[in-house]
C-alpha cells in the first residue's frame, strides 16, 4: 500500500516513493538541497535522437503518442 504522496512522487515526478523522507536524511547528513533531490532522482531523462531510423519510427506512431 502507497500513499498518495508517494504515488505522486513516482509516478508525477520520476522520484523514489520515499523521497520526502530521503531527503530529509540526506539534508541532516550536511548534503546541498541540490544534491539530496537529485539522489532521490530515478533513471535518467530519454535521450531524443534525430537519426532516420527514430524518424520513420515517429511515421508510425499514433498521433499525440508521440513526443515533440
Known sequence: MVTER??????????HSDADRIERELL?????PVQARRATV??????HSKS???????ERTPPGWAST
Request: no cysteine; hydrophobic share 30%; charged share 30%.
Open 52 to 58: 532516420p531510423k527514430t524518424e520513420k519510427a515517429k
Open 28 to 32: 541532516a547528513q550536511g548534503m546541498s
Open 42 to 47: 530515478l533513471g535518467r531523462p530519454i535521450e
Open 6 to 15: 508517494q504515488a505522486e512522487l513516482l509516478l508525477g515526478e520520476g522520484r
